[in-house]
């Protein structure tokens, strides 16, 4: 069951990442698309960070989809979990779609790692 559990996590990640964002949305996440459509006013300078920060948010909340309902984890661990991945997934995606400092390849390894770490920390107490 525990395997099982980590498999979903992957399919909803890829779910999310690839299929339940459209292309607006990913367009939306980088400034760039912004300045080259001529949106240069400064109340929308950080509307980017919103569209990050959507995507970032839904993509933690789909892979712990599958812990929240086959497993006992406890609401703390979650939040926890959930704010750890927000975070670096927000980070992750700002790198690859702004900053352009890393290839989708680190992007999407970045996201399998997070996916192992949040696996392990939230099953650890199912496991012993």
């Given at each position: 069951m525990i395997f099982k559990i980590l498999l979903l996590m992957i399919l909803c990640?890829?779910?999310?990442?690839?299929?339940?964002?459209?292309?607006?949305?990913?367009?939306l996440k980088q400034r760039k698309w912004w300045l080259d459509n001529g949106i240069t006013d400064s109340?929308?300078?950080?509307?980017?960070?919103?569209?990050?920060?959507?995507?970032?948010?839904?993509?933690?909340?789909m892979i712990m989809l599958p812990l929240m309902f086959?497993?006992?984890?406890n609401t703390f661990s979650?939040?926890?979990?959930?704010?750890?991945?927000?975070?670096?997934?927000?980070?992750t995606d700002d790198c690859k779609a702004n900053k352009l400092m890393i290839n989708l390849i680190?992007?999407?390894?970045?996201h399998?790692?997070?996916i192992l770490i949040t696996w392990c920390y939230l099953t650890i107490?199912?496991?012993c």
């Open positions: 990640h890829v779910v999310d990442d690839f299929v339940l964002q459209p292309t607006c949305l990913s367009k109340l929308y300078e950080n509307d980017y960070k919103v569209a990050l920060l959507i995507h970032s948010m839904s993509w933690s909340i086959l497993t006992e984890v979650l939040m926890c979990m959930f704010f750890i991945n927000t975070t670096v997934h927000y980070i680190t992007d999407q390894s970045i399998m790692l997070q107490n199912i496991i």
